[in-house]
């Protein structure tokens, strides 16, 4: 059936915007090639209407059926399924601006029909206006349907539902979420650490990035140290470290320049002690072992699988210590809170 003339003033265009203009879609453009292969679809029959308008108004439409994951297809070679309904736009003979829009419904098998005049909107809405009238009606058919099916009598058991189901409307599905590959890395780095025992250490660490997950690596450290020299009543004390330390790297945070993870170390170090006494006085090397665990941050910074930077923080605490004394008292020490922390760069690859 045909509903009578309506005219289509611009406020009424105005007024369709935020009803149809909300399921805009941003990419909405040239029809893919894919139309209508892995979703229901209507297909359009726009009869001697200019190339670009036509084509307008099919973005426009497919951009609103959008969010039901509806397409909007022209005739092509592509095999699919049956549309679900069939929209026809045709100028009317000898009315300028007057559009006529027919909808063909597959399941309910019904045909309803308007006639638009668009003298009094822009040109630049008219195409816009076509597919809010044709994207009513196509819903006022289902919606139709819909209702028809609510008020029907619930089937005996052994009989089949009479009436077809309404036009499928698909779950939306959630994006897949994406996280950043993990890279292997080899890097250097300039390190420092300070003791509450009373030793300042500085030097030169070289380490290497193992991923065991996507959200893991593992690290392993190795390095050279020289600490400050410390006054002792008897003199000064220097010291030197040598240290290997094993570290996991859960991963917090990451983009496509930054990542930032937490850090769990084991380290152990091997200590050398060594005295200036003063005239008159006698000290003697002395080295031994000491072993730290470790928490803090690793923040890299730089474009993926390319050189990055990195810096760790963080503080540990003491499993083994080895402290230096003079004359029975203890002067300073690889002891007590360490405070840590690392900066260099680093090779993903």
Same mark, same amino acid.
């Given at each position: 059936m045909r509903r009578r003339l309506l005219k289509f003033a611009p406020r $009424? *265009?105005?007024?369709?915007?935020?009803?149809?203009? *909300? !399921? $805009? /879609?941003? @990419? &909405?453009? /040239?029809? &893919?090639?894919?139309?209508?292969?892995? #979703? =229901?679809?209507? $297909?359009?029959?726009? @009869?001697? $209407?200019?190339p670009d308008f036509a084509a307008q108004i099919i973005s426009d439409l497919r951009a609103g059926l959008a969010p039901s994951r509806i397409d909007a297809c022209v005739v092509d070679a592509t095999e699919r399924k049956a549309p679900l309904a069939t929209v026809r736009i045709a100028g009317v003979a000898s009315r300028e601006l007057v559009f006529s829009i027919d909808v063909s419904d597959s399941v309910t098998e019904k045909r309803i029909g308007r006639d638009i005049d668009l003298g009094h909107v822009p040109s630049d809405g008219r195409a816009f206006a076509l597919a809010v009238a044709a994207d009513e009606l196509l819903r006022a058919s289902w919606a139709e349907l819909a209702l028809a099916k609510e008020r029907a009598p619930e089937p005996k058991p052994e009989a089949k539902p009479a009436q077809p189901p309404p036009p499928p409307e698909a779950a939306p599905v959630e994006p897949p979420q994406v996280i950043e590959s993990s890279f292997t890395a080899l890097g250097v780095g300039l390190g420092f650490e300070a003791y509450g025992g009373g030793q300042k250490h500085f030097g030169v660490d070289v380490f290497w990035l193992q991923p065991l997950a996507a959200w893991l690596r593992i690290g392993l450290t190795a390095g050279v140290r020289r600490g400050l020299t410390v006054d002792a009543p008897s003199g000064s004390i220097e010291s030197r470290a040598i240290h290997v330390e094993l570290s996991l790297r859960p991963l917090l945070v990451s983009s496509s320049i930054f990542s930032l993870d937490a850090l769990v170390a084991l380290r152990g170090a091997e200590i050398w002690f060594v005295p200036e006494p003063v005239a008159g006085a006698e000290g003697s090397k002395m080295n031994s072992g000491a072993l730290f665990g470790r928490g803090g941050l690793a923040l890299t910074l730089g474009r993926t699988g390319s050189v990055r930077s990195v810096t !760790?923080?963080? +503080?540990? %605490? =003491?499993? #083994? +210590?080895? @402290?230096? @004394?003079?004359? %029975?008292? *203890?002067? !300073?020490?690889?002891? %007590? *809170?360490?405070?840590?922390? !690392?900066s260099g760069v680093a090779l993903e690859f």
């Open positions: $009424l *265009v105005l007024a369709a915007l935020p009803l149809f203009g *909300v !399921t $805009l /879609a941003p @990419s &909405a453009g /040239a029809e &893919a090639a894919a139309c209508g292969v892995d #979703r =229901p679809w209507v $297909l359009m029959q726009l @009869s001697e $209407l200019d !760790t923080l963080g +503080a540990g %605490g =003491p499993l #083994r +210590a080895f @402290s230096a @004394s003079d004359g %029975g008292e *203890v002067v !300073t020490g690889v002891s %007590g *809170v360490e405070f840590f922390a !690392t």
